[in-house]
């Protein structure tokens, strides 16, 4: 039977670790101008400095940069005759040995029991695309790793159509910039902004989203060979950084850090414009094999050096003396005495829970004491080591799939504050007025620089809905948030796209 090349699979193991825990020298380039571009001490500046501190200690520690470690999509090219099976064999074996080791979140869930796999293994997952190559001596590989979050706000459009604050899209490039600023528009700071985006026009539904998706790896740097599209993914980044959405839609000069358009033909009666979005957690890279022997031979986006984004190791968010101090159980009187903008520092007891742990709340009684309680909207990367579980990762998911549940949950169990990234919804903003409870806006994506916070895990419940799932108890040390909704019926998450909805009113007419 044919086997894949002797240092393939750990070659693939190589790939996938690198991927998941240190970005490329030009993702950091983008995310270290962002930075540098906010006023200081603005709530974006604030939130890119938890980023860039995430990437530097993500890479020092090689751990995942995120959480939440994507949906893995391996693109590569083989010589003619290579053994097709035992590649695609070899890169599963490896995406099960990054899990196991920690690199990979267990992502893979099926879709008619809830069952997760364990292994980010099973029908579909991960995604390979085997590509013949005029080449007899190497093999190449690239990989992007893509979150949940982000994916939620991919958008495809049939235009014409008549879109919110920018009327009418026709079939033309006008009507794409259109298509595609209303998609950033719409995703706000859900798909942890600033981002970057993949465009296809044309295709059909199908091949248009995967078009836009390979999009992605391409540098942010470089430059389309068709002249009208590069100056139209100019034109879309330079218009969405008007709108005052900003990282993590805090608001701020930075809403997007890249826009790469590809075409495909189309059939007479469609006109696509599929748009893939990806988080600022930008997690792309490749590796050029040898073909016999399967070892790396060099590394591809690594042209130029990864330097640290906080030169000295400096802290990223100081203390500045005006942070409220909360502990749980909380009382209705310390959650009503905050307000939006408010910067919180988080001791002791909170519990993790996300979307099954939220199905099941609704249900049945709660596995543990939530009375006064922080329940954390995160999936953390968990090691068991010695009998003790180990916090690799732990940063916040998007809030706004709980919002059908949230504030009847909240009501039930008496929870205090529940806390997640990209703010939540009119329903559950009448759930914290009515009950007396806060929304707290953790920074999407910076996975290590909260689990430094986590002292230890306490205790876990339904884990048979699958470690990211389950209900983690934590004791946390200074784990900072901010508050985004309050118990007065105030959101920074509705305020920033009622007001970057007036923006993109001007954006209409495209400019000069």
């Known amino acids: 039977m044919s086997q894949a090349p002797p240092n393939f699979m750990d070659s693939m193991v190589e790939l996938i670790t690198r991927t998941s825990t240190d970005l490329p020298p030009d993702v950091r380039r983008v995310v270290r101008r962002a930075l540098e571009t906010e006023a200081a001490g603005t709530r974006s500046a604030q939130a890119l400095g938890i980023i860039a501190q995430n990437i ?20 590569v090219k ?8 035992a590649l695609e064999a070899a890169i599963a074996a ?3 040995k990054a899990t196991e080791l920690g690199k990979l979140r267990a992502n893979s869930v099926d879709s008619l029991t809830g069952r ?9 997952m991960p995604t390979i695309h085997v590509h013949p190559w005029d080449r007899d001596d190497a093999i190449e590989v690239r990989l992007l790793l893509k979150g949940g ?3 939620n706000k991919n958008a495809q459009y049939a235009i014409p159509a008549q879109l919110d604050h920018l009327g009418r899209a026709d079939r033309n490039l006008e009507g794409v910039r259109k298509a595609v600023l209303h998609a950033v528009w719409k995703a706000q700071g859900q798909g942890c902004s600033a981002g970057a985006i993949g465009v296809c026009i044309g295709g059909d539904r199908v091949n248009g989203y995967e078009h836009a998706k390979a999009q992605l790896f391409r540098e942010l740097d470089d430059v389309n060979p068709v002249p009208e599209l590069a100056a139209l993914e100019g034109q879309i980044v330079d218009a969405a950084n008007t709108l005052g959405i900003g990282t993590m839609g805090f608001g701020g000069q930075t809403t997007l850090l890249g826009c790469k358009i590809g075409v495909l033909n189309r059939l007479p009666a469609c006109y696509f414009v599929s748009v893939a979005y990806n988080c600022w957690a930008y997690r792309r890279l490749g590796v050029v094999l040898d073909a016999q022997s399967g070892a790396i031979e060099r590394w591809l986006y690594r042209d130029r050096e990864s330097s640290p984004m906080l030169p000295g190791g400096g802290e990223a968010m100081p203390r500045t003396g005006n942070e409220k101090i909360l502990k749980a159980p909380l009382t209705e009187a310390q959650v009503r005495d905050l307000r939006v903008g408010d910067i919180v520092l988080i001791n002791g007891r909170m519990v993790t829970g996300r979307d099954a742990a939220h199905g099941y709340l609704m249900y049945h009684e709660a596995p543990t004491d939530l009375d006064g309680g922080i329940l954390y909207h995160c999936g953390p990367v968990m090691q068991e080591q010695d009998g003790e579980w180990k916090v690799l990762a732990a940063g916040p998911t998007t809030s706004i799939r709980e919002e059908p549940y949230q504030a009847e949950i909240i009501g039930r169990f008496g ?3 529940v806390m997640g990234k990209g703010g939540m919804g009119p329903r559950t903003l009448a759930g914290l007025k009515e009950h007396g409870a806060v929304y707290l806006n953790a920074i999407g994506g910076a996975a290590q620089y909260y689990a430094r916070c986590i002292d230890r895990v306490t205790g876990v419940h339904l884990m048979e809905l699958g470690s990211p799932e389950a209900m ?5 040390t200074e784990f900072p948030a901010m508050v985004t909704m309050d118990a007065h019926g ?3 998450h509705r305020q920033v796209e009622e007001d970057s909805g007036v923006k993109l009113d001007a954006l209409e007419e495209p400019v000069g």
């Open 415 to 417: 929870l205090r504050a």
């Open 94 to 96: 490896a995406v099960a």
């Open 56 to 75: 530097d200690l993500a890479c020092d520690t090689e751990r995942p940069i995120c959480q939440d470690t994507g949906w893995p999509t391996f693109e």
């Open 472 to 476: 983690w108890e934590l004791e946390v």
């Open 78 to 85: 083989v010589p003619a005759g290579a053994d097709v099976v």
């Open 149 to 151: 979050g982000c994916e």
């Open 490 to 492: 105030n959101s920074l």
């Open 116 to 124: 997760n796999t364990g292994n980010n293994l099973g029908p579909g």
